[in-house]
């Protein structure tokens, strides 16, 4: 390895083997462990790069670090090659709704935005899509069931003779529904997938 080379070791699961990604001037190797060394699996030329995708996948917790959110960059070339970059892994359950990963954030963004910008030196014409289309249409979902709240509240409203007897239900619909359809519909738009020329987002 040269002394311009930059290298990254992540994991994409706790049960799946490590990656270790070497960046040169113009090409990416990336090597997968077997047993105790790391062996070359592929190289891919930064001039073939047509995409990367990156997007934030899971809210989590780390002892050190605190909350954070994994990341993940995706590259895609001419020839349908793919590598996965991810900023950790998750470990384990924090609770009912939080989960526990190893937080490489730092390293993470230190090695993807210079290959951002060694991509974007070979090939000017290379795109960058942020957002994850999945965690859109969830979140449009979960907007859609605060509509559905809020429309039973109305229905309250206007056909219930005993408001007394209705007014928790009316209360629940309203205030419910309404943070349902805020929440949702905010998070629905920030995971929309954008994509931009790659020379927009270098930092």
């Known amino acids: 390895m040269t002394e311009n080379t930059q290298t990254y070791v992540c994991k994409l699961a706790a049960l799946s083997a490590p990656t270790k990604l070497c960046l040169s001037e113009r090409e990416l190797r990336v090597y997968k462990k077997t047993n105790d060394s790391f062996e070359e699996s592929k190289v891919i030329s930064l001039k073939d790069v047509r995409l990367l995708r990156q997007f934030r996948e899971i809210h989590a917790i780390d002892e050190k670090s605190g909350e954070f959110e994994l990341q993940r960059l995706v590259l895609y070339t001419q020839d349908k090659n ?16 939080l989960v526990e990963a190893t937080n490489q954030e730092s390293d993470f963004l230190v090695f993807t935005n210079r290959l951002k910008e060694r991509i974007n030196e070979e090939n000017p014409a290379a795109k960058f899509q942020s957002g994850w289309l999945a965690a859109s249409v969830a979140w449009a979902l979960v907007a859609m069931l605060g509509i559905g ?27 419910f529904g309404g943070a349902l359809t805020w929440v949702g519909f905010g998070l629905a738009r920030s995971y929309y997938p954008n994509q931009v020329p790659l020379s927009k987002v270098l930092v």
């Open 82 to 97: 793919r590598v996965d970059i991810s900023s950790g892994y998750v470990t384990g359950n924090r609770g009912r709704f």
């Open 149 to 175: 709240l809020l429309a039973l509240g109305v229905a309250f409203v206007l056909f219930e003779d005993n408001w007394l007897s209705a007014l928790l239900p009316m209360i629940f619909s309203f205030l």
